[in-house]
């Protein structure tokens, strides 16, 4: 399998992708070392990859790099088509959910709406599926703006006081420069007083000095130029793939862009 995949993707042999896995991701890694993760079923064509220059996570099926590996539809079809099945087909669970600094899913619509009505998130999570921009608040999506928790409210004012500054998930670019090494990860989520990063890299200690170069992965952002911002590693993941990191250092010009990406819908 090595060997093919080498063939297919002779041309693209940088360690430059990354896997979505659940609330992670993985990576860097070559075209043929994702490819060969599809064909030991480790992953399958419809997770999602990213590489530096993409708007967005894509399906590997979708992304033209790895659909010459895809394999074809049977040449071989049969005459007539079998009896469909008398039961009704599974909802299609395609949505994916963020809140409480994590990412879930995917879920069917049906299922967010029963999280909503019993209290498991709130109408102010965001939600994401493939085809859309940017994450959206539940509550600004028609097909559950309407939808009433029937859990008590006491729980959503324990939630804002547990955190000082509103979070948003966001994609970016992260290069990271600890001493005179560089490293390159992905934000996860931002707020006016740090961000997530995950990353390879793992930093040298709580405490650490970093300073990041943050960039959008598509450079017209209409709300989000690039920006270097320096703070302190507040905690390391606990599974060792990321960080949490406080800016200490950051001009007031890029106080304003954080600002604008938060509050943009």
């Given at each position: 399998m090595e060997n093919t995949g080498k063939?297919?993707?002779?041309?693209?042999?940088?360690?430059?992708?990354?896997?979505?896995?659940?609330?992670?991701?993985?990576?860097?890694?070559?075209?043929?070392?994702?490819?060969?993760?599809?064909s030991k079923a480790e992953i399958?064509?419809?997770?999602?990859?990213?590489?530096?220059?993409?708007?967005?996570w894509k399906r590997i099926c979708d992304v033209p790099?790895?659909?010459?590996?895809?394999?074809?539809?049977?040449?071989?079809?049969?005459?007539?088509?079998?009896?469909?099945?008398?039961?009704?087909?599974?909802?299609?669970?395609?949505?994916f959910l963020?809140?409480?600094?994590?990412?879930?899913?995917?879920?069917?619509?049906?299922?967010?709406?029963?999280?909503?009505?019993?209290?498991?998130?709130s109408n102010e999570a965001h939600a994401w599926k493939d085809g859309m921009a940017d994450w959206q608040l539940l509550s600004s999506m028609s097909q559950w703006s309407t939808v009433q928790s029937q859990a008590p409210k006491a729980a959503s004012t324990q939630s804002s006081e547990k955190?000082?500054?509103?979070?948003?998930?966001l994609i970016a670019k992260v290069m990271?420069?600890?001493?005179?090494?560089?490293?390159?990860?992905?934000?996860?989520d931002v707020s006016v007083g740090g961000m997530q990063v995950l990353s390879e890299f793992v930093p040298s200690q709580v405490g650490a000095k970093l300073k990041l170069n943050i960039s959008p992965p598509d450079v017209t952002h209409p709300v989000f130029p690039p920006f270097v911002a320096e703070g302190v590693v507040v905690r390391?993941?606990?599974?060792?793939?990321?960080?949490?990191?406080?800016?200490?250092?950051?001009?007031?010009n890029h106080q304003a862009v954080i600002e604008r990406i938060i509050s943009a819908s």
């Open positions: 063939a297919l993707f002779g041309g693209d042999n940088q360690p430059q992708w990354f896997i979505a896995m659940g609330n992670q991701s993985i990576g860097p890694m070559t075209a043929s070392e994702v490819y060969e993760r599809v399958t064509w419809a997770h999602f990859v990213w590489k530096d220059g993409m708007s967005d790099t790895f659909q010459a590996a895809v394999p074809a539809p049977p040449s071989v079809k049969p005459s007539q088509p079998p009896t469909p099945p008398a039961k009704a087909k599974p909802e299609v669970k395609e949505w963020y809140f409480d600094e994590t990412q879930s899913g995917p879920f069917s619509e049906n299922e967010v709406k029963g999280m909503l009505q019993t209290g498991k998130v955190r000082q500054h509103a979070r948003k998930p990271i420069a600890e001493d005179t090494q560089f490293f390159v990860g992905i934000c996860r390391i993941l606990d599974d060792r793939r990321g960080f949490s990191f406080r800016f200490d250092d950051k001009s007031s």
